[in-house]
């Protein structure tokens, strides 16, 4: 019913968008909710149907889900993996395997990936494929890449022609008006000991995504307040992320009990250890990637079909012990679904003339929602350094795609970090009000 209604949608904004001279051409959007998803995705299975046909993600809550508890129950808890992947098998699925997750294979003896069936989940309200079709005729990037212009309250670029498009489709990612996570990260040290690094609340805020606003300057806004481990209760941030990085840039303000005032904080951003992982990533690691992207240039390699971390309700929302979540060297793999999806795949170089610890960066963008699942990152001598996994887990009851957990798994120091494990509930909320985000408005959050 709901890719019905995609469609509907899809043919009045077409229908009604003659006067637009866009991105892409008039007949290249047609196939936006025909052969494409409204969203840009191929609509089609794959030719050997591990990939089934999207017929419009899953809307249905199971049985058990219990509306604003913030924890999703696992729609497919009684399904089994088809097969495992570790280090005796790689060569086998290595076309369909990401570099990082080749080098864990092969530095890991117990790591493995279980693959079981792909069901494509994400889904989106319709006010998201309708505007993401507008926007495919309009939008444009300039100022080399880092201004997003032309586009509001859905994907920009549904058929990217550059890694510049499909990054900015990967940081304008539909993920609700607004929402609370609450949520827990660890490092796990190389001796495989893990240990708290930080409890907090964040909430994020999307007037990119307000449909009563036609012109923002952010696309996002997050405000986090934590509340553990006890050196680092109390402390807050607020980041704004701008639409036009060359004219505003990120900006980003800090309250620290210590000091009992709030701070400008421009080192929140780039490759700053980030605090929040015990500098097991940096802070543009957030999300897989986040911030701007002028230290990089990035390039649009292609699609293709890999194993990534998908459907992960059971790991996202687990409840138990975390020591059974958190063993040595990686998560466990009895936790983990991995399934077999169409990603674009965007490399980032790093720029002549730029510093960052990482001279190469590798993305892969899964084709239902933009969202970043998986990420190698090279050091200056080429050598993988450290990857990255993120674990989507559809938000069925909005609906809206979500990622929020993710690891980074560091090759050199055999250590690895957990950071947004939302285990207390991520809950959709009304937005916050403009204060909310100001420094006046951290200032009063109630800190101590």
């Known amino acids: 019913m709901i890719i019905r209604k995609y ?15 866009g991105a892409v051409s008039q007949e290249e959007a047609k196939k936006l909710g025909t052969t494409l998803t409204p969203i840009g995705a191929v609509k089609a299975g794959n030719a050997e149907g591990s990939i089934p046909e999207y017929t419009g993600g899953l809307i249905n809550p199971p049985a058990g889900y219990v509306k604003g508890s913030g924890l999703r129950p696992d729609p497919f ?58 926007n495919a005729l309009k939008a444009k990037t300039a100022r080399e890449g880092l201004s997003l212009q032309n586009a509001h309250a859905g994907y ?3 058929i990217p022609k550059d890694g510049y498009e499909a990054m900015w489709n990967h940081l304008t990612r539909f993920s ?43 696309f996002y806004r997050m405000k986090a307040l934590y509340t553990g481990p006890p050196r680092r209760a109390g402390e807050a941030v607020i980041i704004l992320e701008p639409l036009d990085y060359t004219e505003k840039g990120r900006r980003a303000w800090q309250y620290l009990p210590g000091q009992r005032r709030v701070r400008l904080a421009p080192d929140i951003a780039f490759d700053t250890p980030n605090p929040g992982t015990a500098g097991g990533s940096c802070y543009d690691d957030t999300f897989l990637f986040n911030g701007s992207m002028e230290r990089f240039n990035f390039k649009l390699i292609g699609k293709k079909e890999i194993y990534v971390p998908y459907n992960n309700y059971k790991l996202s929302y687990f409840q138990g012990d975390m020591k059974q979540v958190l063993t040595p060297k990686h998560l466990n793999p009895d936790l983990v679904r991995w399934e077999l999806h169409r ?30 699942l998986a990420s190698d990152e090279y050091d200056k001598r080429g050598n993988m350094y450290r990857m990255g996994l993120a674990y989507m887990s559809p938000s069925y009851d909005l609906p809206a795609p979500s990622a929020d957990m993710q690891t980074y798994y560091d090759l050199i120091a055999h250590s690895y970090a957990v950071n947004f494990w939302p285990r207390k509930g991520i809950k959709y909320t009304n937005k916050l009000r403009d204060v909310e985000f100001s420094p006046d408005g951290l200032a009063g959050s109630g800190l101590r």
């Open 176 to 218: 609700g008006d607004a929402y609370t996570i609450n949520f827990e990260s660890y490092n796990i040290d190389s001796a495989g000991i893990p240990s708290l690094s930080l409890i907090a609340t964040f909430i994020f805020d999307y007037p990119f995504y307000d449909t009563g606003k036609m012109k923002v300057d952010y």
């Open 343 to 372: 990603v674009w795949v965007v490399e980032g170089t790093l720029a002549e003339g730029k510093r960052h610890i990482y001279s190469k960066r590798t993305y892969y963008l899964d084709e239902d929602s933009w969202t970043a």
């Open 7 to 21: 469609m509907i949608a899809v043919a009045l904004v077409l229908v009604c968008a003659g006067w637009a001279i």
């Open 156 to 158: 920009p670029f549904p």
């Open 77 to 134: 808890m009684g399904e089994k993996p088809l097969f495992s992947i570790d280090a005796k098998n790689i060569a086998q699925y290595a076309d369909k395997l990401t570099e990082g997750t080749k080098a864990l294979m092969k530095k890991y003896p117990s790591f493995r990936i279980d693959i079981y069936k792909t069901h494509r989940t994400v889904a989106f309200p319709e006010f998201v494929a309708a505007n993401t079709v507008k």
